[in-house]
């Protein structure tokens, strides 16, 4: 299985990366790395950071870590990784918008559509006409980007799906540890000091 990647949130910009990663093995969790995330254009730090977890917490309890709430004594939010301007297909289902990691639908085999991964398909030869899953139709499998069940970025969609809402969070690199743990810090600042939205940085996420 692929590592679980999930971008925890409201932490201030001066929070340590390795203390991140010491507090969330101290609840329990294998984490491979922690990396803060940065503004696409500008490289500015964004109060999100990425976090990976290693296979062995993957196997065990995924979801577990959406539940955390605080951290390092501050109040946090997680949400699943997105990646830059990508479209999740779920490797077990083969639908849309969610990991094969917490998915809960039955599998769907790319080839041939019957209740099992594509990986453990006893069919390994290449489908000359293979039938979608999504869409029924001939000639192509449901990774398919011209499939016409596969999502369709709007423009206004490509030009927010880069920063994890970070035009909704105007960073101010003055606010410290401190200050968010006494509950002194703001999100806001004023207008001209707001990040600029991120360019378009298409991306192909799906490798079945």
């Known amino acids: 299985k692929r590592p679980l990647k999930v971008v925890i949130k409201d932490f201030p910009l001066d929070h340590d990366t390795d203390e991140i990663k010491n507090c969330l093995r101290k609840h329990g969790f294998f984490i491979n790395k922690v990396t803060r995330l940065t503004q696409f254009r500008t490289r500015q730090p964004l109060p999100f950071f990425l976090v990976e977890i290693g296979e062995r917490e993957i196997l065990t309890k995924p979801e577990e870590l959406f539940k955390l709430k605080n951290l390092n004594h501050l109040s946090i939010s997680v949400d699943p990784y997105r990646g830059r301007g990508k479209t999740i297909q779920c490797f077990k289902c083969n639908c849309f918008n969610h990991t094969a990691e917490l998915c809960s639908m039955t599998s769907r085999c790319l080839k041939c559509g019957q209740s099992h991964t594509t990986s453990e398909c006893e ?6 006409k ?5 869409c029924n139709q001939v000639g192509h499998v449901a990774a398919y980007r011209g499939c016409a069940e596969f999502p369709k970025l709007t423009t206004a969609h490509k030009n927010r799906n880069n920063n994890f809402d970070s035009n909704k969070y105007l960073v101010n690199s003055n606010i410290s540890y401190a200050q968010k743990a006494n509950g002194t810090s703001t999100n806001t600042l004023d207008s001209e000091q707001q990040m600029a939205p991120p360019a378009h940085r298409p991306t192909n996420n799906v490798n079945n």
């Open 123 to 128: 069919t390994k030869q290449r489908i000359e």
């Open 130 to 134: 293979p039938i979608c899953i999504n």
